[in-house]
């Protein structure tokens, strides 16, 4: 399985990115999905996740309210939508599959995953 995120980008405060992440591979429809960043000097940070079964969605608290993540299955592509993005968003944001059982416990933890991909950085800035 691979994965590649894209649509990164710089942003004003306030503004509006979405995020994609493309599944390939085997049985790309099985896994979940989710979305982890990392900001200079910071450790990686779980963002959201989406199952791959009913289509259940977990956030951390600090998006909630702001970002949304969805899926399209036809063409086996994941979406961020990022609203009211602040400097503090700024960071290098990737994407996971994981097995949907393990995502659906431990949405946040990074060792749900089995495969990742490349990041694509979102800058935050006036």
């Known amino acids: 399985v691979q994965l590649q995120a894209s649509g990164g980008g710089l942003v004003q405060p306030g503004g509006s990115l979405t995020l994609f992440c493309t599944i390939s591979g085997r049985t790309p429809g099985f896994y979940a999905i989710g979305w982890f960043r990392q900001a200079p000097g910071k450790e990686r940070e779980w963002v959201s996740s989406?199952?791959?079964?009913?289509?259940?969605?977990y956030y951390s608290d600090s998006v909630k309210g702001r970002f949304t993540i969805s899926r399209d299955p036809k063409n086996y592509t994941a979406h961020l939508q990022m609203n009211n993005l602040q400097p503090e968003d700024t960071a290098v944001y990737s994407c996971?599959?994981?097995?949907?059982?393990?995502?659906?416990?431990?949405?946040?933890?990074?060792?749900?995953?089995?495969?990742w991909g490349q990041g694509t950085l979102v800058t935050v800035s006036s």
């Open positions: 989406i199952s791959s079964s009913d289509g259940s969605t």
């Open positions: 996971a599959a994981g097995d949907p059982m393990g995502v659906v416990i431990y949405p946040s933890y990074s060792q749900a995953y089995e495969y």
